[in-house]
C-alpha cells in the first residue's frame, strides 16, 4: 500500500551535516506517525526520531541536539537534518510511517507499520 523511497544518503567528514529526505506514494491512507530508524552492521536496528499528527517528537538520546525531524502537513515528505555528524552515527536509514499516533502505542519506538528500502550514511573520521 504505502511506499517510502529514501534519499540523500552519502559519505560525510565528521562535523559536517546531510539531510535525508522520504517519499510517501501509493495508497493513501491515514498516517499519524512517521520516522527514521537507523542499523549500523552488528548492531540492533534503533529509532533515531519520529514526528505524530499534534506536531510532538521523539529523539533518541545518542542524537538529541543534532538532529532535526520534520515533514509537510499532508505526510508525503518527510525529512531528516542531521548536524555535527560523528563515525558512530554512521548506518543505513531507514525512513517509517505508522496509521497510530507512536504515542498511543505501547511502545511509542515501533516497530511501524510500513518502511522504506534504506539509505546508507557514512561518517569518515
Known amino acids: 500500500q504505502v511506499q517510502l523511497v529514501e534519499s540523500g544518503g552519502g559519505l560525510v567528514q565528521a562535523g559536517g551535516s546531510l539531510t535525508l529526505s522520504c517519499a510517501r506514494s501509493?495508497?493513501?491512507?491515514?498516517?499519524?506517525?512517521m520516522g527514521w530508524y537507523r542499523q549500523a552492521p552488528g548492531e540492533q536496528r534503533e529509532l533515531v526520531a519520529a514526528i505524530v499528527s499534534g506536531g510532538s517528537t521523539y529523539y533518541a538520546d545518542s542524537v538529541k541536539g543534532r538532529f532535526t525531524i520534520s515533514r509537510d502537513n499532508a505526510w508525503n515528505m518527510l525529512y531528516l537534518q542531521m548536524n555535527g555528524l560523528k563515525s558512530e552515527d554512521t548506518a543505513v536509514y531507514y525512513c517509517?510511517?505508522?496509521?497510530?499516533?507512536?504515542?498511543?502505542?505501547?511502545?511509542?519506538?515501533?516497530?511501524?507499520?510500513?518502511w522504506g528500502q534504506g539509505t546508507q550514511v557514512t561518517v569518515s573520521s
Open positions: 517509517a510511517a505508522d496509521r497510530q499516533n507512536a504515542f498511543s502505542m505501547k511502545d511509542p519506538r515501533g516497530p511501524y507499520e510500513y
Open positions: 501509493g495508497s493513501i491512507v491515514s498516517i499519524n506517525t
